[in-house]
């Protein structure tokens, strides 16, 4: 009762602060710094923790009022109220506790957002000032903070001549072994400083890309501290957003970039937040500089990264593998790895997930059915049909036994000799399985109702996605062209016309109501496909 009636307190003075005169919230302010003073004045043994609450409730206060001012944009400029804000922050910001100092450093953005851009600068440049020869380094990691949040809530060109300060004042404290902490808070400061000021940074990125590489090319005992792979790796991925088209292939600032990710990933294994980052790195490239590395070359990393357990990781492996089917169809049709993220489908249970996986999945169905069209049937229709297959493995003495009566199941009824040969050959031809999919087919996966569904809507695209090549529809040029080439042997739908409508109709007349529609619809798409 008494922690929400100081909440309710606290949200109240916030909501009487930004509705009262410019005098009056000076008022408040000066009543918030004596309140600040008398607790700081009190004994050491009976006032520290009553400093702490009473700091805490000041900035929560505080801080709520800023929120409200800025998310109604009801602030003028006012040098006056912003001087007060200031030195609220200080008296929070010396000697006090992170989370207060986190408080402190916010409040100063405040401070500048209200006191204008000249405001700002001076208080920039005040800060890069007393970071310089500084030893504490709790003090160190204060400072760092606050200008950081400047840079974060004025930023743009308000700041641009302040980023030379900021980075003599910052990189000190990255590579010289001041503390781990204030090298973790220094680096954190860095990346907000960059994101913030865009362009401006460029020219620095060099400088720091050197800075955060010695950083982990040093023996040094503060490398394993929790979040310092995580931060070098941030200001790297910041590094790719402000250089973009600039960073081209084999560059030295590319090679700097790629050589700080390994090193990163190689460190942190046991850092979920510092692998984020990782595959963050490679959506940066794809959306920011997509000439500057082959898309094929992150798949691999991003195809492990499927399967972690922290779904943070999963979400962006699903939303980079899906920026890569938009950017890059062809390439990732290649990678064949359509099998995994039906896995990942299947197992997951996050929307976000799910979304991205299933925009990855139709993307990737509808540029692989051209040229592979076999091998993305068979794939569906093994999920679709899976239920007697699974009940048949179960029966059976494993997963080898259950395989073959999978096989049996899509292969009977209504295939011929040749359609047999083709499958046979598949792995000749250019339609060899994942161990994704040949796991799929082992009954490693159990295909959940809503997998085997989107499966079914996949498989009843196919003779629509195959395109208008008269090869997919015409028997005689499709066996023409597979004589020239045994490599497009699985590519031609005509060839696998017997197994499209025998898997149609054990799909529309299976035990599963729902599934049964999409059966009919497969079945109408390979009439109207094939209906002239």
């Not at 960073?247 to 850092?271: F, M, N």
């Not at 959940?448 to 196919?462: G, K, L, P, Q, S």
């Not at 299976?510 to 619809?521: K, N, Q």
């Amino acid at each position: 009762l008494l922690l929400t009636l100081a909440t309710v307190s606290m949200r109240s003075f916030a909501r009487i602060y930004i509705s009262v005169s410019e005098k009056e919230q000076v008022n408040l302010l000066d009543n918030l710094l004596k309140l600040l003073a008398s607790v700081a004045a009190s004994p050491r043994k009976t006032g520290a923790n009553k400093k702490q609450h009473c700091g805490v409730n000041v900035a929560y206060a505080l801080l709520s009022a800023m929120r409200l001012q800025a998310s109604k944009q009801s602030a003028s400029s006012s040098s006056a109220i912003a001087k007060k804000i200031q030195e609220v922050a200080q008296a929070l910001l010396v000697g006090s506790t992170p989370l207060l100092r986190r408080a402190a450093a916010e409040l100063f953005g405040h401070a500048c957002r209200i006191g204008g851009d000249n405001y700002a600068t001076s208080v920039a440049r005040g800060l890069a000032t007393q970071l310089e020869g500084i030893k504490d380094p709790d003090t160190a990691s204060a400072l760092s903070l606050a200008l950081a949040c400047v840079h974060r809530t004025v930023g743009g060109m308000a700041l641009s001549a302040c980023v030379p300060s900021t980075m003599k004042s910052l990189l000190p404290l990255i590579t010289t072994s001041l503390g781990s902490s204030s090298r973790v808070w220094a680096l954190h400061a860095l990346t907000l400083t960059a994101n913030a000021s865009g362009f401006s940074f460029m020219p620095h990125v060099k400088l720091t890309l050197k800075a955060v590489l010695s950083v982990l090319l040093q023996d040094l005992p503060e490398i394993s501290t929790p979040g310092l792979s995580q931060c070098v790796a941030r200001m790297v991925n910041a590094s790719v957003v402000i250089l973009g088209p600039e960073l081209t292939p084999g560059s030295q600032l590319y090679q700097d970039c790629e050589l700080v990710i390994k090193e990163v990933s190689a460190l942190s294994i046991t850092e979920p937040q510092a692998q984020l980052e990782c595959v963050m790195f490679a959506q940066q490239l794809v959306v920011f500089a997509p000439h500057a590395s082959p898309t094929a070359s992150h798949v691999p990393m991003l195809r492990a990264t499927l399967f972690s357990r922290q779904p943070a990781l999963r979400l962006a492996a699903a939303l980079t593998l899906r920026h890569f089917a938009e950017r890059a169809p062809d390439i990732m049709a290649l990678q064949r790895i359509e099998a995994d993220l039906f896995h990942l489908l299947n197992d997951e249970h996050n929307p976000a997930i799910l979304r991205a996986v299933r925009l990855t999945l139709e993307r990737l169905i509808e540029v692989s059915c051209p040229v592979s069209s076999l091998r993305i049937l068979k794939l569906c229709s093994r999920l679709v049909m899976a239920e007697k297959a699974k009940a048949n493995s179960v029966k059976s003495e494993g997963p080898k036994q259950g395989a073959s009566e999978l096989s049996m199941d899509v292969d009977e009824e209504g295939i011929d000799a040749e359609e047999d040969n083709a499958a046979e050959n598949d792995d000749v031809a250019g339609v060899d399985m994942s161990l994704t999919e040949l796991s799929i087919q082992a009954h490693d996966l159990a295909p959940r109702y809503r997998t085997r569904v989107f499966a079914a809507e996949c498989m009843a695209n196919i003779p629509s996605a195959v395109g208008e090549d008269s090869r997919h529809v015409d028997l005689t040029l499709a066996r023409d062209s597979m004589e020239r080439n045994p490599e497009e042997i699985g590519r031609w739908l005509v060839v696998q016309l017997p197994e499209l409508i025998s898997i149609g109709y054990k799909v529309s007349t299976g035990p599963v109501h729902a599934l049964r529609p999409l059966g009919l619809m497969l079945l109408d798409s390979t009439l109207q496909k094939f209906a002239n």
